[in-house]
């Protein structure tokens, strides 16, 4: 079995990265199939080739979000459709059976070139995802295994809902992320479900053994249950050194809509979190440290996203943040056109103007 995914799912379409997926990683472990990139897919015949999709076709609150800033399909879409077209045509020719399997598989049920489609976990559901036909259903997994090599963002699965991941895969990941990275990052819906107070802080002083750590995601009602000074204590947090998962709110959304008091109680242990919300909500949000997402909702959203990048970047010090500086400024003039038009030549046309731009805010 050899597995794949599209470019811009294989390499991640905002990072570049020389590993593939973690989900990609996963699916190798447990079959014991081969990973292929996707421009060397040709080469094989006859064979069961098995691909994995995160948001093939954007329809997750995040893609369903940028589509509407952009105005169309998001660049992953857009890597998806073309690929998709290129595997029904080796599918035929090459005499491939194809299983497709992923968090975004729900979205392809009606896909022709799809031989087998697995929706939900594949530990215990592949092999007759291998076998069968049409749309299968994964059963919830019982037996976990650890990857085999590392994947593009360093990460470690702690728990999946209310199972945990079994102590000697955890700690296996954590020895082949950090070997690659120096570094892991622990995947999880919430951090804080993963445990109690001490079961949590005994995770983190594990992971510190493997490099710096961070974690995906952290709920707002765990969190205020929680004593977060241990966190802060067991990674080394403070001004110099903080953390910045996904809040979340309503477990399954990223969209975060409580109240807000929850992050002080973050800011005060180092925890700046990324936060989903709605964009007339937005400038509440502002005068914390986070890195504030504004989902659109009125035609005035690019003077808000404006304003929010102009809170978030000292934060997030991008190298070269005075260039997104300069395209979302645009964006509030132009009412988001430049953005929908954006493609790689016009990129570096905006490197050249905004280097420009920069320089003479400088000498003025």
């Given at each position: 079995?050899?597995?794949?995914?599209?470019?811009?799912?294989?390499r991640?379409?905002?990072?570049?990265?020389?590993?593939?997926?973690?989900?990609?990683?996963?699916?190798?472990?447990?079959?014991?199939?081969?990973?292929?990139?996707?421009?060397?897919?040709?080469?094989?015949?006859e064979?069961?080739?098995?691909?994995?999709?995160?948001?093939?076709?954007?329809?997750?609150?995040i893609?369903?979000?940028?589509?509407?800033?952009?105005?169309?399909?998001?660049?992953?879409?857009?890597?998806?459709?073309?690929?998709?077209?290129?595997?029904?045509?080796?599918?035929?020719?090459?005499?491939?059976?194809?299983?497709?399997?992923?968090?975004?598989?729900?979205?392809?049920?009606?896909?022709?070139?799809?031989?087998?489609?697995?929706?939900?976990?594949?530990?215990?559901?592949?092999?007759?995802?291998?076998?069968?036909?049409?749309?299968?259903?994964?059963?919830?997994?019982?037996?976990?295994?650890?990857?085999?090599?590392?994947?593009?963002?360093?990460?470690?699965?702690?728990?999946?809902?209310?199972?945990?991941?079994?102590?000697?895969?955890i700690?296996?990941?954590?020895?082949?992320?950090?070997?690659?990275?120096?570094?892991?990052?622990l995947?999880?819906?919430?951090?804080?479900?993963?445990g109690?107070?001490?079961?949590?802080?005994?995770?983190?002083?594990?992971?510190?053994?493997?490099?710096?750590?961070?974690?995906?995601?952290?709920?707002?009602?765990?969190?205020?249950?929680?004593?977060?000074?241990?966190?802060?204590?067991?990674?080394?947090?403070?001004?110099?050194?903080w953390?910045?998962?996904?809040?979340?709110?309503?477990?399954?959304?990223?969209?975060?809509?409580?109240?807000?008091?929850?992050?002080?109680?973050?800011?005060?242990?180092?925890i700046?979190?990324?936060?989903?919300?709605?964009e007339?909500?937005?400038?509440?949000?502002?005068?914390y440290?986070?890195?504030?997402?504004p989902?659109?909702?009125?035609?005035?959203?690019?003077?808000?996203?404006?304003e929010a990048?102009?809170?978030?970047?000292?934060?997030?010090?991008?190298?070269?943040?005075?260039?997104?500086?300069?395209?979302?400024?645009?964006?509030?003039?132009?009412?988001?056109?430049?953005?929908?038009?954006?493609?790689?030549?016009?990129?570096?046309?905006?490197?050249?103007?905004?280097?420009?731009?920069?320089?003479?805010?400088?000498?003025k």
């Amino acid at each position: 079995m050899i597995l794949s995914a599209d470019p811009s799912t294989f390499r991640s379409w905002w990072r570049r990265s020389k590993y593939p997926p973690y989900g990609l990683r996963k699916v190798e472990a447990i079959s014991g199939g081969k990973i292929v990139q996707p421009e060397h897919l040709d080469r094989y015949r006859e064979e069961i080739l098995g691909i994995y999709v995160n948001d093939p076709l954007g329809r997750s609150e995040i893609g369903q979000a940028i589509s509407r800033i952009v105005q169309g399909d998001p660049p992953y879409v857009k890597s998806f459709k073309k690929f998709e077209s290129r595997i029904r045509e080796l599918r035929d020719r090459n005499s491939l059976k194809v299983v497709v399997g992923g968090p975004g598989a729900w979205q392809l049920q009606d896909r022709d070139w799809i031989d087998s489609l697995l929706i939900g976990e594949a530990e215990e559901s592949l092999e007759e995802a291998v076998k069968g036909k049409g749309v299968i259903h994964g059963r919830r997994a019982e037996h976990f295994v650890a990857i085999r090599a590392p994947s593009g963002l360093a990460e470690v699965e702690v728990n999946r809902g209310s199972r945990r991941i079994p102590e000697n895969v955890i700690l296996e990941e954590m020895r082949i992320q950090s070997s690659a990275h120096g570094r892991v990052n622990l995947i999880t819906s919430d951090i804080l479900s993963y445990g109690d107070e001490s079961e949590v802080t005994d995770l983190l002083i594990k992971a510190r053994k493997f490099g710096e750590v961070t974690f995906s995601n952290i709920g707002s009602v765990t969190a205020m249950n929680f004593d977060l000074e241990k966190i802060r204590t067991a990674l080394n947090l403070n001004e110099n050194h903080w953390i910045s998962p996904v809040l979340n709110s309503v477990q399954g959304s990223c969209l975060y809509s409580l109240d807000s008091e929850v992050l002080k109680l973050l800011n005060r242990n180092y925890i700046y979190p990324m936060v989903y919300v709605e964009e007339e909500r937005t400038r509440e949000f502002l005068q914390y440290k986070a890195v504030v997402i504004p989902l659109p909702q009125t035609e005035n959203y690019y003077k808000v996203l404006y304003e929010a990048w102009k809170h978030d970047r000292v934060i997030v010090k991008l190298p070269f943040s005075f260039v997104v500086d300069y395209v979302l400024k645009k964006a509030v003039e132009t009412r988001g056109k430049n953005l929908r038009e954006l493609r790689s030549s016009s990129l570096i046309k905006y490197i050249f103007m905004a280097g420009f731009y920069n320089l003479f805010q400088f000498v003025k």
